[in-house]
């Protein structure tokens, strides 16, 4: 039994001060509780061992709500599906409520909230393992995962330190939106693009983000853009549901009157430690009436310099593959649908 204090906050300040006053106190390990779906399986399995866990649940952070500026605001505590749901979110943002909706179960996604999607760890299976090295959850241990099995591992960016995936869909969706994440710490409040939000694992894989300590997540904002007519969510995976990405594949585009791209956004996801975007690749579409020949290049691009660790080289072909058919569903108007299965 591993002993923890718990508190709970009524405001988004009275969270961040508590966090804060638990770091002056001693080296002491501090998580907001959020929808606890991953965290208290974390602390089932002995990964996570927080010595003061702060609820979060009863902070006014829930709403999802238009800005003065034509765009949304989704509060951190929104769950995931009342965000996938959400009238707005549907009709300007569908690339997210089609991330969403590619994860987890309904179930999960009712008590999964959007902060702690964000912030969701790593669902490399050593990581979980406490028997085996982690750098990510034992600092200076070693990384199990390189020479073992490595499937669902990084084939972009990842160190001789670690070469653990970011799990999240939402964030591969945010990442093409150029969403803001809006977080409160004790010395005020910031915004953090979501590209710059992840961070690669390098020497230091125990950071998944560039939060600060203490720091919490408030919102997210999304720009007032309209992809609604062109996007898609790609997700490969070994189950059809309740299985995290091998690969995926956001996309959003806009396209004049002559059918050339005006805007284009790809993010990757589980290939890299962050949702993986290139903006050189990008641009090699902007301009022009899209081609399948032009898709390829750009997928070359986005892949550059993949690396395979063995049982998960075919994610480079499987990437390529993916990232083809994700730029034609998104030319042509015809995304990738993933529906709600509701139990009636
Ligand atoms: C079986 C299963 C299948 C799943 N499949 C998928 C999938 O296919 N795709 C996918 O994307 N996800 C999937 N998930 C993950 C799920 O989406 C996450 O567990 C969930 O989004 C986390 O949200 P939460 O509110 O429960 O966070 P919690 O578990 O409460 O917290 C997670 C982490 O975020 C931190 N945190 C929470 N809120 C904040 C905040 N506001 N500010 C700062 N830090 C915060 C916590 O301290 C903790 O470290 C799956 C989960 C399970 C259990
Ligand atoms: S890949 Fe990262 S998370 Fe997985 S065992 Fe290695 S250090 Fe840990």
Not at 287 to 300: E, I, M, N, T, Y
Not at 314 to 337: D, N
């Amino acid at each position: 039994m591993n002993r923890f204090d718990y508190q709970r906050a009524d405001d988004a300040a009275q969270a961040v001060g508590l966090a804060a006053a638990a770091m002056r106190t001693g080296p002491a390990h501090v998580r907001f509780l959020a929808g606890g779906t991953n965290l208290v399986d974390l602390m089932k399995e002995d990964v996570e061992r927080p010595r003061t866990l702060i609820d979060i649940n009863h902070v006014p952070l829930r709403a999802i709500e238009e800005l003065p500026n034509g765009g949304i605001r989704l509060g951190a505590l929104a769950t995931n599906a009342e965000t996938a749901d959400h009238p707005l979110v549907r009709a300007r943002y569908p690339v997210l409520s089609s991330a969403i909706l590619s994860g987890a179960t309904r179930q999960l996604r009712n008590a999964a909230t959007d902060g702690g999607n964000l912030n969701q760890r790593t669902r490399c299976c050593y990581f979980y393992d406490t028997a085996t090295p982690c750098n990510k959850r034992d600092p200076g241990s070693g990384c199990g995962a390189l020479g073992g099995f490595t499937r669902m591992h990084a084939i972009l960016g990842a160190s001789a330190h670690c070469v653990a995936t970011n799990p999240s869909d939402m964030a591969v969706a945010l990442a093409v939106l150029d969403a803001r994440v809006r977080v409160l710490g004790p010395h005020g409040e910031r915004k953090i693009f979501l590209d710059d939000y992840y961070r690669l694992p390098g020497n230091e894989p125990w950071r998944d983000t560039t939060l600060f300590p203490a720091e919490l997540v408030t919102a997210i904002d999304l720009p007032a853009e309209d992809f609604s007519a062109h996007y898609t969510y790609l997700k490969l995976r070994d189950r059809l549901s309740y299985a995290f990405a091998l690969v995926s594949v956001a996309v959003v585009m806009a396209r004049d009157g002559a059918g050339r791209c005006t805007e284009v956004r790809v993010a990757l996801g589980g290939v890299a430690h962050k949702p993986w975007r290139v903006p050189e690749a990008e641009a090699l579409l902007c301009g022009s009436v899209p081609d399948r020949a032009l898709f390829g290049q750009v997928a070359a691009r986005l892949l550059e310099g993949a690396v395979g660790l063995g049982d998960n080289d075919f994610k480079i072909e499987l990437g390529r593959r993916a990232i083809v058919r994700a730029l034609e569903q998104a030319a042509s108007g015809r995304p990738q649908s993933h529906t709600d299965k509701r139990i009636a």
